[in-house]
């Protein structure tokens, strides 16, 4: 649905984004991320026409962007960090003028309003002004002008900023439900929450692509071995002891108790092989009951900082 093939932006002598190369799939949620310029938004913007490449293409549902950029914009929904939102305008009028740009038919424009207001859950606030309402209402106004015209694609730059614990769970639900139907770019600082609602995430650093794939993938490459958490029955010293002697077994960290007269510990293979057999059966000859044994990943935010630390030092 998405390809962006060899996409170069330089502003004057400054290489804002190098040679970037990814496609997206019809139906697929991509987590795009990076640190504070490395250059998400000027990629954002280049897929969606708001700003033209130096070198390279993007398409989206095959059509060019610089080539076709009406047919471009007909099939994308844009969500921009600060939503381009009329203060002057309440939301009802605002959602209006942004259906006649997108030139959505009179008998199908107010069914579709209703529609999205319902979905972000703005109804309550239609007839308030935009400029009185608080950031998480214009956040949500923000991605209903997105939605606007059922466009196949949708690019959300931080959709739940300025969002409460409980606004950010509603929309992050409607972009997993959203994504059914839509192929999603999503941008956010919010790890977890990219990791929840994302099949795959591509991260980028100095406007260079340094990983690319799904974030169970990326966990097991980059952390080189096996990471299991085990609980035990059994003081901590007596479980360490039959943990450090079972074959295979590099690091052994206790995490405390969680259940009574139980131990947790986390424990690290020497390769990548996967050691909970070994485990079991050490802990089985000891006599110790196991009440807990599961494969451990590298969080999201753990990834993302090993790779862009590991930048860093190469450069």
Not at 3 to 29: C, M, P, W
Not at 167 to 191: N, W
Not at 206 to 211: C, H, M, R
Not at 217 to 244: D, W, Y
Request: glycine share 8%; proline share 6%; charged share 25%.
């Amino acid at each position: 649905m998405i390809q962006v093939e060899n996409v170069t932006k330089l502003y004057g002598g400054h290489v804002a984004v190098d040679r970037l190369r990814f496609s997206v799939a019809k139906g697929e949620i991509l987590g795009f991320l990076g640190p504070n310029g490395a250059g998400k938004t000027t990629t954002m913007n280049i897929i969606t026409g708001y700003i033209s490449a130096t070198e390279g293409a993007v398409k989206v549902a095959g059509y060019d962007v610089l080539e076709e950029p009406l047919e471009v914009k007909k099939r994308i929904g844009y969500m921009p960090e600060t939503p381009p939102l009329y203060g002057q305008m309440t939301v009802r009028e605002y959602l209006d003028f942004v259906s006649d740009i997108k030139h959505v038919a009179p008998p199908e424009k107010e069914k579709g309003m209703e529609k999205i207001m319902d979905l972000v859950k703005i109804g309550d606030v239609q007839n308030r002004l935009i400029k009185n309402l608080s950031k998480g209402y214009r956040q949500r106004v923000g991605l209903a002008q997105a939605l606007v015209g059922n466009p196949p694609v949708l690019v959300l730059d931080e959709p739940t900023i300025g969002l409460d614990p409980r606004q950010i769970m509603e929309i992050r639900a409607l972009i997993k439900d959203l994504g059914r139907e839509h192929t999603i770019i999503l941008s956010s600082h919010i790890l977890p929450e990219v990791s929840v609602v994302c099949e795959r995430v591509v991260i980028i650093n100095k406007g260079q692509i340094v990983a690319g794939d799904t974030p169970e993938n990326l966990s097991r490459r980059l952390a080189g071995k096996s990471r299991v958490l085990i609980r035990i029955a059994g003081t901590e010293e007596q479980v360490r002891q039959v943990l450090a002697g079972a074959p295979g077994v590099k690091n052994l960290a206790a995490q405390g108790s969680v259940e009574p007269e139980t131990v947790d510990f986390l424990v690290e293979a020497e390769n990548e092989e996967d050691i909970r057999r070994p485990l079991f059966f050490a802990v089985s000859r000891a006599g110790l009951p196991v009440l807990l044994l599961k494969p451990v990943d590298l969080t999201l935010e753990e990834i993302f900082l090993q790779i862009i630390t590991e930048e860093k030092e190469v450069s």
